[in-house]
């Protein structure tokens, strides 16, 4: 069951990053109280409602055919701890691109660009998440609101497996053309707010055995 979480244990992770990295930020501390959210952008309050937020949402899923391109050492590892948990399986991993909609919200001038810029650098300086550190958020998530959705799935999970089994995600800007933002906040139906894209590659899950 836990490979199954690799997905939402991605987007945790990173939401993660971002909400650790606002405490010792200076620059971000100037914003005042934030909220980090993992929400469809339609779900966000805004107009007289809103307040300083940043937002990262999973809004697109793609296959990555870059499987065989695993590192022999990581190829050894993940199949150990995929037959401890699934014997059954005989079939390659499902290899994933996951592509979110990081969006920066406030309700005074300059919040927002404050806070996309501190979100962006902040994952400049760490595009790569290493087992370790998904591990870390892993536990964080699972023990600071453990009446989550997510903290209840993990409580049925190794967490330690998870993490080895994601291994490392690489996290990259897609800089993509103001037409194709356009398309996405189209089909949102929300106001548009300062937004970046992002890829996180790649997420691996394991295809069940049959008898």
């Given at each position: 069951?836990?490979?199954a ?8 992770t ?10 010792g ?24 409602d809103e307040r ?30 995929s ?68 903290s ?22 897609e ?23 992002y ?12 008898d």
């Amino acid at each position: 069951m836990s490979n199954a979480l690799s997905i939402a244990a991605v987007t945790a992770t990173i939401k993660n990053l971002l909400e650790n990295g606002l405490v010792g930020d200076a620059i971000a501390a100037s914003v005042g109280d934030v909220t980090v959210s993992a929400q469809p952008p339609d779900k966000i309050q805004v107009g007289t409602d809103e307040r300083a937020q940043i937002n990262l949402f999973l809004y697109h899923v793609t296959q990555n055919r870059n499987v065989d391109w695993i590192s022999p050492e990581f190829r050894n590892r993940y199949s150990r701890i995929s037959d401890q948990d699934n014997p059954r399986s005989t079939n390659p991993p499902l290899a994933l691109d996951l592509h979110y909609l990081l969006t920066a919200y406030g309700p005074k001038d300059f919040q927002s660009e404050i806070l996309l810029g501190y979100a962006m650098r902040l994952l400049h300086i760490l595009p790569i998440i290493k087992s370790e550190v998904i591990e870390s958020a892993l536990k964080n998530a699972s023990e600071t609101s453990t009446s989550s959705v997510f903290s209840q799935a993990l409580a049925g999970a190794s967490v330690s497996n998870l993490a080895l089994q994601i291994g490392q995600i690489k996290v990259s800007p897609e800089f993509l053309s103001m037409e194709d933002t356009s398309k996405i906040w189209s089909l949102l139906q929300t106001n548009y707010r300062p937004s970046v894209t992002y890829n996180a590659s790649m997420v691996l899950i394991e295809s069940c055995g049959t008898d």
